[in-house]
């Protein structure tokens, strides 16, 4: 007997992470015996602070390796809550938290508990990969708003008042951003907010997975904090796979009104329960414990942009701007496009360049049209400076090697 319909239409609607698609390719390579300069990976080359993995140690052996609370462990809620307290001025209580494998998956369950076919997520471009295919998982639209270099790859007001309906749900602000490192200032996202205000029936999910990867004045800033008529509106999602180099600990947490948390709880509930205990017992430990690391490692990663802004702005054909945030350059190369290569094969859009890279010169990225970039490509600089300056001497190499 053969099955019509072996998977759900909402598989059909989705596509695999293109990031997760350029780290497959990139070990196939390494597998063939190939030296590849891997630009592609969207984590922390540091390890785990020490204290982090003493306090999961202590965790194992104290036996506190059995199920926890769908909304987390007390040390971790309490945790949230003082970060928060103390980093923005944000209040929140153990009803308005939800802890769940990685801010990924918080964002995706925050959508599942609140779309309904039809309804509208606007999605800011460029934009993470994953975003667009989340939503339409979960039966809703994404709108894709392009937001060019000229705005600072941020959504303007005019923007999104454009973008809204009826059917509009949610609004996505990622802030600092992937792939673009860009920020938005309280001004900013007081105008947002102005916007926003005429719009009660709109959300707005903000991801801040990077807001502690920060080389600006200051520190980064919520929305929620900003604007505190919006409080009730803002889901706050974040996580300590970045900032603590804890990609693996998958342990994401989100903040926001009583009534969406308690829905996105029940859907935790039925799907893994809760988290890793001893994932959260390390994520406590990250949240209240020394923050040197996290000090020392923005001060690299601040070194390791610089010389990688410099060496890829002076390659024929490229530009590039410095970001705000985040361990990621988006660059463009739309000036190379069109040109051909010395074998003579015609470069036509950002995916055939980055395949040129590859195969010409063994530096892998990952092309800009999977983040509604094109004419872009994205590099990570958190990997070594030793690594990054070899590839941006190649990458310049193969861009001098193309001829109109």
Same mark, same amino acid.
């Given at each position: 007997?053969?099955?019509?319909?072996?998977?759900?239409?909402? $598989?059909?609607?989705?596509?695999?992470?293109?990031?997760?698609? *350029? *780290?497959?390719?990139?070990?196939?390579?390494?597998?063939?015996?190939?030296?590849?300069?891997?630009?592609?990976?969207?984590?922390?080359?540091?390890?785990?602070?020490?204290?982090?993995?003493?306090?999961?140690?202590?965790?194992?052996?104290?036996?506190?390796?059995?199920?926890?609370?769908?909304? @987390?462990?007390?040390?971790?809620?309490?945790?949230?809550?003082?970060?928060?307290?103390?980093?923005?001025?944000?209040?929140?209580?153990?009803?308005?938290?939800?802890?769940? @494998?990685?801010?990924?998956?918080?964002?995706?369950?925050?959508?599942?508990?609140?779309?309904?076919?039809?309804?509208?997520?606007?999605?800011?471009?460029?934009?993470?990969?994953?975003?667009?295919?989340?939503?339409?998982?979960?039966?809703?639209?994404?709108?894709?708003?392009?937001?060019?270099?000229?705005?600072?790859?941020?959504?303007?007001?005019? +923007?999104? +008042?454009?973008?809204?309906?009826?059917?509009?749900?949610?609004?996505?602000?990622?802030?600092?951003?992937?792939?673009? @490192?860009?920020?938005?200032?309280?001004?900013?996202?007081? !105008?947002?907010?102005? $916007?926003?205000?005429?719009?009660?029936?709109?959300?707005?999910?903000?991801?801040?997975?990077?807001?502690?990867?920060?080389?600006?004045?200051?520190?980064? +800033?919520?929305? !929620?904090?900003?604007?505190?008529?919006? !409080?009730?509106?803002?889901?706050?999602?974040?996580?300590?796979?970045?900032?603590?180099?804890?990609?693996?600990?998958?342990? @994401?947490?989100?903040?926001?009104?009583?009534?969406?948390?308690?829905?996105?709880?029940?859907?935790?509930?039925?799907?893994?329960?809760?988290?890793?205990?001893?994932?959260?017992?390390?994520?406590? !430990?990250?949240?209240?414990?020394?923050?040197?690391?996290?000090?020392?490692?923005? +001060?690299?990663?601040?070194?390791?942009?610089?010389?990688?802004?410099?060496?890829?702005?002076?390659?024929?054909?490229?530009?590039?701007?410095?970001?705000?945030?985040?361990?990621?350059?988006?660059?463009?190369?739309?000036?190379?496009?069109?040109?051909?290569?010395?074998?003579?094969?015609?470069?036509?859009?950002?995916?055939?360049?980055?395949?040129?890279?590859?195969?010409?010169?063994?530096?892998?990225?990952?092309?800009?049209?999977?983040?509604?970039?094109?004419?872009?490509?994205?590099?990570?600089?958190?990997?070594?400076?030793?690594?990054?300056?070899?590839?941006?001497?190649?990458?310049?190499?193969?861009?001098?090697?193309?001829?109109?």
């Amino acid at each position: 007997m053969t099955i019509d319909r072996p998977t759900a239409a909402r $598989v059909g609607r989705i596509k695999p992470s293109p990031s997760t698609a *350029a *780290a497959q390719r990139v070990r196939e390579l390494k597998s063939q015996g190939l030296t590849i300069l891997d630009l592609t990976v969207g984590e922390p080359d540091f390890d785990t602070p020490d204290h982090v993995k003493a306090a999961a140690i202590r965790a194992i052996e104290a036996g506190e390796t059995k199920y926890t609370p769908v909304n @987390g462990t007390p040390a971790l809620r309490a945790a949230i809550i003082e970060k928060l307290r103390t980093r923005h001025g944000l209040e929140y209580t153990d009803r308005q938290i939800t802890v769940g @494998g990685g801010a990924k998956q918080v964002i995706f369950l925050a959508l599942t508990a609140t779309l309904d076919e039809g309804d509208e997520v606007i999605v800011p471009a460029p934009y993470w990969v994953s975003y667009p295919d989340m939503v339409r998982a979960n039966d809703g639209t994404p709108v894709i708003v392009p937001c060019p270099a000229a705005d600072g790859f941020k959504l303007t007001p005019e +923007r999104l +008042r454009a973008a809204l309906t009826d059917r509009t749900r949610w609004v996505i602000l990622n802030t600092p951003g992937n792939p673009t @490192g860009s920020a938005y200032t309280d001004e900013e996202l007081r !105008a947002l907010a102005a $916007v926003l205000l005429d719009h009660p029936q709109v959300r707005v999910l903000t991801d801040e997975i990077y807001d502690e990867i920060w080389y600006e004045e200051g520190q980064s +800033r919520s929305l !929620a904090a900003v604007e505190p008529r919006l !409080a009730d509106r803002v889901f706050l999602t974040n996580g300590v796979s970045k900032s603590y180099a804890m990609t693996g600990w998958r342990l @994401g947490y989100g903040v926001g009104p009583a009534d969406l948390v308690t829905a996105i709880n029940t859907l935790q509930s039925q799907i893994s329960s809760c988290p890793s205990s001893i994932s959260q017992a390390a994520a406590a !430990a990250a949240l209240t414990g020394p923050q040197q690391f996290v000090t020392d490692t923005v +001060r690299v990663y601040r070194s390791r942009r610089d010389a990688t802004v410099k060496l890829l702005d002076d390659a024929p054909h490229l530009s590039v701007t410095s970001p705000a945030g985040g361990f990621y350059l988006l660059v463009d190369c739309s000036a190379a496009l069109g040109r051909r290569t010395p074998d003579g094969q015609l470069i036509e859009n950002d995916e055939q360049f980055a395949l040129y890279l590859l195969d010409s010169r063994q530096v892998a990225v990952i092309h800009g049209s999977a983040y509604g970039a094109p004419g872009y490509f994205r590099i990570s600089f958190a990997t070594s400076t030793e690594v990054l300056t070899e590839a941006c001497e190649r990458i310049a190499a193969a861009c001098a090697d193309l001829t109109a």
